[in-house]
Protein backbone atom coordinates (compact mmCIF):
# COMPACT_ATOMS: atom_id res chain seq x y z
CA UNK A 1 0.00 0.00 0.00
CA UNK A 2 1.01 3.37 -1.07
CA UNK A 3 1.56 6.58 1.29
CA UNK A 4 -1.45 8.11 -0.84
CA UNK A 5 -3.40 4.68 -0.86
CA UNK A 6 -3.10 4.86 3.36
CA UNK A 7 -3.71 8.45 3.92
CA UNK A 8 -7.21 8.03 1.73
CA UNK A 9 -7.93 4.73 3.49
CA UNK A 10 -7.82 6.64 6.84
CA UNK A 11 -9.65 9.73 5.50
CA UNK A 12 -12.82 7.33 3.92
CA UNK A 13 -12.84 5.32 7.03
CA UNK A 14 -12.97 7.90 9.46
CA UNK A 15 -15.77 10.07 7.65
CA UNK A 16 -17.49 5.98 6.97
CA UNK A 17 -18.11 5.94 10.47
CA UNK A 18 -18.12 8.82 12.07
CA UNK A 19 -21.38 8.67 10.42
CA UNK A 20 -22.18 5.30 11.46
CA UNK A 21 -21.86 6.56 14.86
CA UNK A 22 -23.93 9.04 14.12
CA UNK A 23 -27.09 6.93 12.40
CA UNK A 24 -26.49 3.89 13.01
CA UNK A 25 -26.12 3.20 9.15
CA UNK A 26 -24.14 4.56 6.51
CA UNK A 27 -20.37 2.94 6.82
CA UNK A 28 -20.87 0.74 4.07
CA UNK A 29 -22.38 3.02 1.74
CA UNK A 30 -20.13 5.36 1.93
CA UNK A 31 -17.01 3.82 2.36
CA UNK A 32 -17.39 1.01 -0.27
CA UNK A 33 -17.78 2.95 -3.23
CA UNK A 34 -15.34 4.92 -2.64
CA UNK A 35 -12.33 2.40 -1.44
CA UNK A 36 -13.32 0.93 -4.76
CA UNK A 37 -11.90 3.51 -6.61
CA UNK A 38 -8.47 2.78 -5.56
CA UNK A 39 -9.08 -0.61 -4.19
CA UNK A 40 -10.42 -4.18 -5.67
CA UNK A 41 -13.83 -4.55 -4.83
CA UNK A 42 -13.45 -8.33 -4.12
CA UNK A 43 -10.98 -7.34 -1.26
CA UNK A 44 -13.03 -3.81 -0.12
CA UNK A 45 -16.20 -5.76 0.69
CA UNK A 46 -15.22 -8.41 3.02
CA UNK A 47 -12.51 -5.96 4.72
CA UNK A 48 -15.45 -3.48 5.58
CA UNK A 49 -18.02 -6.06 6.20
CA UNK A 50 -15.39 -7.18 9.27
CA UNK A 51 -15.46 -3.48 10.11
CA UNK A 52 -19.20 -3.36 9.96
CA UNK A 53 -19.64 -6.47 11.95
CA UNK A 54 -17.31 -4.47 14.50
CA UNK A 55 -19.50 -1.42 14.62
CA UNK A 56 -22.30 -3.65 14.97
CA UNK A 57 -20.83 -4.82 18.48
CA UNK A 58 -19.98 -1.87 19.24
CA UNK A 59 -23.13 0.00 18.93
CA UNK A 60 -25.36 -2.62 19.71
CA UNK A 61 -23.54 -3.42 22.80
CA UNK A 62 -24.34 0.16 24.13
CA UNK A 63 -27.88 0.39 23.06
CA UNK A 64 -28.45 -3.33 23.80
CA UNK A 65 -31.96 -2.15 25.68
CA UNK A 66 -33.08 -0.09 22.59
CA UNK A 67 -33.02 -2.43 20.41
CA UNK A 68 -36.49 -3.68 18.90
CA UNK A 69 -36.32 -7.27 18.77
CA UNK A 70 -39.60 -8.15 17.86
CA UNK A 71 -38.78 -6.05 14.39
CA UNK A 72 -34.83 -7.70 13.95
CA UNK A 73 -36.59 -11.87 14.08
CA UNK A 74 -39.02 -11.14 10.88
CA UNK A 75 -35.89 -9.96 8.79
CA UNK A 76 -33.84 -12.70 9.17
CA UNK A 77 -34.76 -15.68 7.29
CA UNK A 78 -34.87 -13.78 4.18
CA UNK A 79 -31.68 -11.51 4.86
CA UNK A 80 -29.73 -15.24 4.82
CA UNK A 81 -31.03 -16.58 1.34
CA UNK A 82 -30.03 -12.94 0.04
CA UNK A 83 -26.61 -12.54 1.62
CA UNK A 84 -26.17 -16.41 -0.17
CA UNK A 85 -27.18 -14.55 -3.31
CA UNK A 86 -25.37 -11.53 -3.24
CA UNK A 87 -21.91 -13.65 -2.62
CA UNK A 88 -22.77 -15.95 -5.42
CA UNK A 89 -22.85 -12.99 -7.47
CA UNK A 90 -20.07 -10.78 -6.34
CA UNK A 91 -17.52 -13.92 -6.81
CA UNK A 92 -18.60 -14.87 -10.12
CA UNK A 93 -19.96 -11.09 -11.82
CA UNK A 94 -17.13 -9.36 -13.87
CA UNK A 95 -15.75 -5.98 -12.29
CA UNK A 96 -17.37 -3.06 -14.87
CA UNK A 97 -21.00 -4.07 -14.30
CA UNK A 98 -20.65 -4.43 -10.40
CA UNK A 99 -19.31 -0.92 -10.23
CA UNK A 100 -22.48 0.24 -12.63
CA UNK A 101 -24.82 -1.27 -10.42
CA UNK A 102 -23.32 -0.04 -7.33
CA UNK A 103 -23.51 3.18 -8.66
CA UNK A 104 -27.03 3.13 -9.44
CA UNK A 105 -27.83 1.89 -5.94
CA UNK A 106 -25.96 4.25 -4.10
CA UNK A 107 -27.17 7.26 -6.43
CA UNK A 108 -30.71 6.18 -6.01
CA UNK A 109 -30.27 6.37 -2.22
CA UNK A 110 -28.77 9.44 -2.47
CA UNK A 111 -31.50 10.95 -4.12
CA UNK A 112 -34.02 9.56 -1.85
CA UNK A 113 -32.19 11.32 1.46
CA UNK A 114 -31.32 14.56 0.07
CA UNK A 115 -35.27 15.28 -1.00
CA UNK A 116 -36.10 13.67 2.04
CA UNK A 117 -39.00 11.25 0.58
CA UNK A 118 -40.13 9.71 3.92
CA UNK A 119 -43.99 9.09 4.56
CA UNK A 120 -45.22 8.88 7.50
CA UNK A 121 -48.10 5.87 7.61
CA UNK A 122 -45.88 2.76 9.39
CA UNK A 123 -46.03 -0.11 6.93
CA UNK A 124 -47.13 -3.57 6.71
CA UNK A 125 -44.74 -6.17 8.38
CA UNK A 126 -44.91 -8.00 5.17
CA UNK A 127 -42.84 -5.47 3.71
CA UNK A 128 -39.94 -7.32 5.77
CA UNK A 129 -39.28 -9.74 3.23
CA UNK A 130 -38.60 -7.83 0.34
CA UNK A 131 -36.80 -5.62 2.56
CA UNK A 132 -34.72 -8.45 4.23
CA UNK A 133 -33.69 -10.20 0.42
CA UNK A 134 -32.91 -7.23 -1.03
CA UNK A 135 -30.50 -6.03 2.02
CA UNK A 136 -29.45 -9.27 2.19
CA UNK A 137 -28.61 -9.73 -1.66
CA UNK A 138 -27.01 -6.14 -1.96
CA UNK A 139 -25.15 -6.55 1.42
CA UNK A 140 -23.52 -9.80 -0.10
CA UNK A 141 -22.91 -8.32 -3.20
CA UNK A 142 -21.53 -4.89 -2.48
CA UNK A 143 -21.53 -4.79 1.11
CA UNK A 144 -24.33 -1.92 1.38
CA UNK A 145 -27.45 -3.78 1.83
CA UNK A 146 -28.16 -1.42 4.65
CA UNK A 147 -31.05 1.19 2.47
CA UNK A 148 -34.13 -1.13 2.08
CA UNK A 149 -33.31 -2.28 6.07
CA UNK A 150 -33.30 1.30 6.79
CA UNK A 151 -36.02 2.40 4.64
CA UNK A 152 -38.20 -0.32 5.64
CA UNK A 153 -37.67 0.44 10.13
CA UNK A 154 -37.70 3.93 9.51
CA UNK A 155 -41.46 3.51 8.76
CA UNK A 156 -41.96 1.16 11.38
CA UNK A 157 -39.88 3.03 14.54
CA UNK A 158 -39.91 6.86 14.62
CA UNK A 159 -37.90 6.89 17.65
CA UNK A 160 -33.95 7.63 16.33
CA UNK A 161 -32.56 6.11 18.95
CA UNK A 162 -34.21 2.77 19.39
CA UNK A 163 -34.29 2.64 15.43
CA UNK A 164 -30.45 3.44 15.73
CA UNK A 165 -29.67 0.51 17.91
CA UNK A 166 -32.54 -1.84 16.19
CA UNK A 167 -30.22 -1.46 12.84
CA UNK A 168 -27.02 -2.53 14.84
CA UNK A 169 -29.08 -5.85 16.17
CA UNK A 170 -30.56 -6.14 12.27
CA UNK A 171 -26.47 -5.42 11.14
CA UNK A 172 -25.10 -8.27 13.32
CA UNK A 173 -27.03 -10.92 12.69
CA UNK A 174 -26.45 -10.34 8.57
CA UNK A 175 -22.97 -9.96 9.28
CA UNK A 176 -22.54 -12.97 10.71
CA UNK A 177 -24.14 -14.73 7.89
CA UNK A 178 -21.92 -12.76 5.45
CA UNK A 179 -18.80 -13.91 7.29
CA UNK A 180 -20.08 -17.75 6.85
CA UNK A 181 -21.02 -16.62 3.13
CA UNK A 182 -17.83 -15.29 2.63
CA UNK A 183 -15.70 -17.69 4.57
CA UNK A 184 -17.34 -20.19 2.21
CA UNK A 185 -16.68 -18.41 -1.05
CA UNK A 186 -13.07 -17.82 -0.18
CA UNK A 187 -13.12 -14.17 -0.10
CA UNK A 188 -11.93 -13.95 3.85
CA UNK A 189 -9.02 -16.29 3.53
CA UNK A 190 -7.32 -13.56 1.74
CA UNK A 191 -4.27 -12.37 4.38
CA UNK A 192 -4.57 -8.98 2.61
CA UNK A 193 -8.14 -8.17 4.00
CA UNK A 194 -7.45 -9.08 7.46
CA UNK A 195 -4.26 -7.07 7.33
CA UNK A 196 -6.63 -3.98 6.15
CA UNK A 197 -9.19 -5.10 8.98
CA UNK A 198 -6.08 -4.87 11.66
CA UNK A 199 -4.87 -1.57 10.46
CA UNK A 200 -8.27 0.14 10.14
CA UNK A 201 -9.99 -0.67 13.10
CA UNK A 202 -8.30 1.58 15.61
CA UNK A 203 -9.38 4.18 12.75
CA UNK A 204 -13.16 2.86 12.90
CA UNK A 205 -13.32 2.60 16.50
CA UNK A 206 -11.98 6.44 16.79
CA UNK A 207 -14.96 7.59 14.51
CA UNK A 208 -17.35 5.49 15.57
CA UNK A 209 -17.24 6.79 19.01
CA UNK A 210 -16.81 10.59 17.76
CA UNK A 211 -20.02 10.04 15.73
CA UNK A 212 -21.64 8.45 18.67
CA UNK A 213 -20.89 11.76 20.41
CA UNK A 214 -22.37 14.25 17.86
CA UNK A 215 -25.46 11.92 17.72
CA UNK A 216 -27.69 13.71 20.17
CA UNK A 217 -27.24 17.17 18.84
CA UNK A 218 -28.48 16.65 15.17
CA UNK A 219 -32.03 16.38 13.98
CA UNK A 220 -32.87 13.03 12.23
CA UNK A 221 -33.46 14.90 8.81
CA UNK A 222 -30.14 17.03 9.00
CA UNK A 223 -28.23 13.17 9.63
CA UNK A 224 -30.40 12.17 6.21
CA UNK A 225 -29.13 14.98 4.39
CA UNK A 226 -25.54 14.64 5.01
CA UNK A 227 -25.42 10.93 4.02
CA UNK A 228 -27.21 12.01 1.07
CA UNK A 229 -24.23 14.65 -0.09
CA UNK A 230 -21.76 12.36 0.47
CA UNK A 231 -23.17 9.00 -1.42
CA UNK A 232 -23.82 11.46 -4.27
CA UNK A 233 -20.68 12.11 -4.59
CA UNK A 234 -19.68 8.80 -4.54
CA UNK A 235 -21.84 7.49 -7.22
CA UNK A 236 -20.80 9.88 -9.58
CA UNK A 237 -17.24 8.87 -8.76
CA UNK A 238 -18.32 5.14 -9.47
CA UNK A 239 -19.62 5.86 -12.84
CA UNK A 240 -16.13 7.76 -14.04
CA UNK A 241 -14.36 4.67 -12.73
CA UNK A 242 -16.73 2.36 -14.63
CA UNK A 243 -16.28 3.57 -17.64
CA UNK A 244 -12.90 4.76 -17.70
Known sequence: MTLFEAVYAIVVLSVAYFIRGISGFGSGLVAVPLLALVFPLPVVVPFVLLLDFTASLTLGGLNLKQVRWDEVKPLVPFGVIGVA???????????TPLLLGLGVFVLAFAVRSLLNLHGDKPVSRWWALPASLTGGTVGGLFGTGGPPYVIYLAHRLKEKGQLRATLSGVFFFEGLFRI?????????????????????LPVALAALYGGSHVHMGLSQSQVTRLIG????FSSLSLFVKAMN
Do not use: D, Q
Open 229 to 232: VLLL
Open 85 to 95: LGTTLLVNLPK
Open 180 to 200: ASFMLAGLLLNAVVWHNFILG
